[in-house]
């Protein structure tokens, strides 16, 4: 019922900045808490960064004070903007949203997922 598109991943280079963009349709008004997954085949899936509707935000250890979430509920369109990228960056970022106040392990819907690559 609930379908999420990513957009904006590619290649940057080390200390640059990308933007990750993920646009919702369908029954919208079910989603609550929305995030940002990301994935490499040797690493665990790490839950980057999350907000509630209400605009709370939360980070992995990994991103804090680089990468920045944000949602516009009107638009139906949650962000990341990521800063500073690191080689340790690069991932499979997934989206997700949730009917429940917060995010954490469980997740109704996900998106297909976009490539970022951090070149050294």
């Known amino acids: 019922q609930v379908q999420l598109v990513e957009s904006g991943g590619g290649l940057v280079q080390a200390g640059g900045s990308l933007r990750l963009s993920c646009a919702a349709s369908?029954?919208?008004?079910?989603?609550?808490?929305m995030g940002w997954y990301r994935h490499s085949p040797g690493k665990q899936r790490e839950l980057a960064a999350a907000?509630?509707?209400?605009?709370?935000?939360n980070y992995a250890d990994s991103v804090k004070g680089r990468f920045t979430i944000s949602r516009d509920n009107a638009k139906n369109t949650v962000y990341l903007e990521m800063n500073s990228l690191k080689p340790e960056d690069t991932a499979v970022y997934y989206c997700?949203?949730?009917?429940?106040?917060?995010?954490?392990?469980?997740?109704?819907?996900w998106g297909k997922g976009t490539l970022v690559i951090v070149s050294s």
């Open positions: 369908g029954s919208i008004d079910s989603i609550n808490a």
């Open positions: 997700a949203a949730t009917t429940r106040a917060i995010m954490g392990f469980f997740s109704d819907y």
């Open positions: 907000i509630t509707r209400g605009g709370s935000t």
